[in-house]
C-alpha cells in the first residue's frame, strides 16, 4: 500500500473549514490542486474532479466514501473490491480540532494495486500539490474567520 500524508495547522474552528471542503462549485477560486469538483459530500455520492499537478490535467471519478460531519470525508475507487488488486485509491480529508479555534488537517491519499506499485515514483512527485492545497486551505479559512 503507498500513502501519501500531509497535513497542516489552521487557525479557524471546524466549522469554518468543513464549510470550505464541502463546498466544491467554490474550489475553483481557492484550490490549485482540486480545480473542479463536481457532486456533493454525501456518503455514496458520486463525485467528478480534476486534479492539477506538475501541469498534468487528471480526471477522475470516485464516490464518497467515508462521511463524518465536520470530521472528515473521503473519496475514491473504484467501488469495486477485486479491481482493487489492479488499482485502487482512496483521498482522506480529516480535520481534527485542537482548539475551538484551532485545527489540524490532514490531506492524504492511499493507493493500492499493481498499477499504483507500478507507477508510485510518479504519483508520489504530487505531494507539493496537496501540501499547496493545505497552504490555500490554511489561507482561505484564517481569511474567513477574521470576518
Known sequence: MNEINTDITINAPKKVIWDILTDFPSYYEWNPFLIKVIGRATLGGNIFFIAKSEGAMVPVLA???????????????????????IFGAEHFFIIEEITT???????????????????????????PAYEEMNQALKERAEAGNRK
Open 63 to 85: 464516490n464518497i466514501m467515508e462521511y463524518e460531519f465536520e470530521k472528515k470525508f473521503s473519496w475514491g475507487g473504484p467501488p469495486f473490491t477485486w479491481f482493487r488488486s
Open 101 to 127: 479555534t484551532q485545527c489540524r488537517f490532514r490531506n492524504n491519499e492511499r493507493m493500492e494495486g499493481v498499477i499504483a506499485d507500478a507507477m508510485w515514483t510518479l504519483i508520489e512527485r504530487s505531494v
